[in-house]
């Protein structure tokens, strides 16, 4: 079964400064997605960020970019030019390519931004 | 406008009492999910739906069960034999890759959420 670990519990980063949030995973597969999503204090899951395990290019989607090293199942997330309403838990997740669509959490990563 | 709708916000159990949980979509999705969210925990699947009148179990069905009569809803049962459902409920739907946009194929959309408490 594939697992995902996030290994930092919590983060700060101070408003407008760069943080990397850090995720690994362990599968067989060579076919899948990986995806970090936000959830806010609301609670509402928001997908951040997706990147197909086929592409080589690192997904990138306005202040947010990810670091997908698919040898060593490293998938981090690059938050640039931070702000306020970036914080919230972290989650990434994997999905198998093939079969079932079902999504693979991690436990997620607190951050918190500073002014 | 298009989305998932989540019901009750808030939802309170009674010990030995069954409780459902709604979620309606209107995205035209096939499949629909619901996960289980405690603290400190990420998200651990309960059920999911691929299509309409199937539904597979996820990897903590134990103490509830689930239909898919309509393609627009999936319920959520949580049932007295599940002896800690204190928790924050998800659900989610997607398109899968066959006769969908690429851009969303394979993107899960979440609802709100559902808090239960046991009194």
């Known amino acids: 079964a594939q697992t995902v670990t996030q290994s930092q519990p919590e983060m700060s980063v101070q408003e407008a400064e760069t943080v990397t949030l850090s995720c690994t995973y362990d599968?067989?597969?060579?076919?899948?997605?990986l995806f970090w999503y936000k959830q806010p204090p609301s609670r509402q899951m928001i997908l951040v960020i997706r990147q197909e395990a086929y592409k080589q290019q690192n997904a990138t989607e306005n202040r947010f970019s990810v670091n997908f090293q698919k040898a060593a199942k490293s998938f981090s997330l690059k938050i640039s030019d931070s702000q306020l309403g970036d914080a919230a838990m972290y989650f990434c997740a994997y999905r198998s390519g093939g079969g079932s669509e079902k999504l693979v959490f991690g436990k997620g990563t607190k951050l918190t931004v500073n002014p | 406008d298009g989305g998932i709708t989540q019901s009750p916000k808030y939802l309170f159990r009674k010990e030995g009492q069954n409780v459902t949980l709604s979620c309606e979509q209107n995205l035209n999705h096939d499949a629909m999910y619901w996960y289980r969210q405690d603290p400190g925990q990420g998200l651990r699947l309960i059920y999911y739906s691929q299509i309409v009148n199937d539904f597979q179990k996820g990897d903590i069905a134990e103490g509830y069960s689930v239909s898919r009569e309509k393609k627009e809803s999936f319920p959520l049962t949580v049932t007295s034999a599940q002896k800690n459902p204190t928790a924050f409920y998800l659900c989610?739907?997607?398109?899968?890759?066959?006769?969908?946009?690429?851009?969303?194929?394979?993107?899960?959309?979440f609802g709100a959420g559902t808090r239960l408490s046991v009194l």
């Open positions: 599968t067989s597969e060579s076919d899948y997605y």
């Open positions: 989610a739907s997607s398109n899968p890759p066959s006769g969908s946009e690429f851009a969303q194929r394979n993107i899960q959309y």
